[in-house]
């Protein structure tokens, strides 16, 4: 069987694919943990837990720390595939494997990736115990690195704070609520993505590149989306390869009154084969930044077609949750 890498790896592309702006981070720190989670750290002044993904925000400047939560097993899965390789084929540069001041067993790798919202530098942070596999991703605009705004030094102390704590914090309101669901199912959260599949898991009982999928994602800023057409088709790009691919549709559309852009596309992934047929509805959120809708399948699958037409009508039923 393949590793959880392999089982996760399509869904974590769809949370660092999400708009990232970061900024500093302050000297001064206290102890937080992320809800719904047992993963902690010390969080920099100025930050507050995210309502929108699993982490910590700085509203002020955008900037984020998010987390990922996997069974225990997953760490030596991380270990035997080499993460750091896998990080260098999906859309990173300048991966560079690392240690980090902490006193147990962990992966740490450094990276670069250029995004509709600009180039960011990233920090990973893989560590686990008997029940549980963390991940911790800071992102860091490079600009902030180039001109000693933010060190790398401050960002790795922080790093090596994390821990598991005995209980699971309290979890957040939805954001968001779906009235339709079609033939799938709720299967939970992966950092800031939430996923709907056919068996209602997270993952699947054997490694299925093709498999049928719907994730809801926010952005993880709030920073305004001037071009919805541009940031749809950069969005896209990170996962399929357009130019060898078919736009079957797009257009501008208005669900729950955002503005929104909707793209269905058949194209070839760029992690894997088979090619995938795909829809895609990215709305602008009313306080900034946008919510990313998306229903992929594979090309093959004789549901294929049916599965798009439930995709447009599960992203219709998009409703945004009212503020608290």
């Given amino acids: 069987m393949k590793t959880t890498l392999s089982r996760y790896r ?104 250029a995004t509709a919202a600009g180039a960011f530098a990233k920090f990973l942070m893989i560590f ?87 994730v809801v994602a926010p952005s993880l800023a709030k920073s305004a989306i001037a071009d919805l057409p541009g940031t749809s088709k950069a969005a896209l790009i990170s996962m399929f390869d357009l130019d060898a691919g078919t736009i079957k549709s797009q257009g501008a559309v208005i669900v729950d009154g955002l503005e929104g852009y909707e793209i269905e596309l058949e194209a070839p992934r760029r992690s894997a084969a088979p090619k995938a047929l795909a829809y895609q509805l990215i709305l602008r959120a009313k306080d900034g930044g946008y919510m990313r809708l998306i229903g992929t399948a594979d090309a093959l699958d004789q549901d294929a077609p049916t599965l798009m037409a439930e995709f447009r009508k599960m992203a219709a039923s998009f409703k945004a949750a009212a503020p608290q």
């Avoid at 982490?55 to 987390?67: D, H, K, L, Q, R």
């Avoid at 996997?70 to 390789?85: G, H, R, S």
């Avoid at 799938?184 to 093709?210: M, N, S, V």
Wanted: glycine residues 6%; charged residues 20%; hydrophobic residues 45%.
């Fill in 10 to 113: 399509h869904f974590n592309r769809l949370t660092i694919i999400c708009a990232l702006i970061a900024a500093t981070l302050p000297a001064s720190a206290r102890p937080m943990q992320v809800p719904a989670t047992r993963i902690a750290l010390d969080v920099p002044e100025g930050y507050e837990v995210a309502k929108q993904f699993p982490g910590f925000i700085n509203e002020n400047t955008g900037a984020s720390i998010v987390s990922v939560e996997m069974p225990a097993a997953a760490f030596a899965d991380f270990q035997k595939a080499d993460f750091a390789a896998k990080l260098a084929t999906n859309g990173f540069a300048n991966v560079k494997p690392g240690k980090l001041p902490f006193p147990g067993n962990h992966i740490y790798v450094t990276a670069e990736q």
């Fill in 128 to 214: 686990a115990d008997e029940k549980t596999t963390a991940m911790l991703t800071v992102n860091v605009l490079k600009a902030d690195m180039a001109s000693g705004k933010t060190k790398q030094a401050d960002i790795e102390k922080m790093l090596a704070t994390a821990h598991l704590t005995t209980d699971a914090a309290a979890a957040l309101p939805s954001t968001f609520t779906l009235s339709y669901l079609g033939p799938f199912k709720a299967a939970g959260a992966l950092g800031p993505a939430q996923l709907y599949t056919r068996d209602g898991k997270l993952a699947p009982d054997k490694p299925d590149p093709g498999r049928a999928v719907f």
